[in-house]
């Protein structure tokens, strides 16, 4: 079992920057292929971003490529996402996802979830 508890989400104006992080915790949440889902409203979950077990492999959505960096921190068991030149169309409730046999952008693949964090960005 994983835990997943994500933070910093928030209000910014279009061009700002947010750092969301998702701190996992349980017995196998060292190894374990992390990303970042979002969600807007009337709108299906979409992929993001994610990396692998060993924060090497990194895959992101061609929407956020450029703008958005997916990092991890091993020790801490914690991954962030550093999200610069904020558009409106990146407001949406952001989920972090564990759990995937390998680094997908299929939401199906992923066992475990964080209750989300909103980002908004206001033009």
């Known amino acids: 079992q994983v835990q997943l508890v994500e933070s910093g989400g928030g209000l910014v104006q279009a061009g700002g920057s947010l750092r969301l992080s998702c701190a996992a915790s349980?017995?196998?949440?060292?190894?374990?292929?992390m990303g970042w889902f979002r969600q807007a409203p009337g709108k299906e979950r979409e992929f993001v971003v994610v990396i692998g077990r060993r924060g090497i492999s990194k895959r992101y959505a061609n929407s956020v490529k450029g703008r958005f960096t997916i990092s991890k921190d091993s020790a801490k068991n914690t991954v962030y996402l550093q999200m610069n030149s904020l558009k409106p169309e990146d407001t949406a409730v952001y989920y972090c996802?564990?759990?995937?046999?390998?680094?997908?952008?299929?939401?199906?693949?992923?066992?475990?979830w964080g209750q989300g964090t909103q980002v908004t960005v206001s033009s």
């Open positions: 349980g017995s196998t949440s060292s190894s374990v292929v």
């Open positions: 996802a564990a759990g995937s046999n390998y680094a997908t952008n299929n939401v199906d693949q992923y066992k475990y």
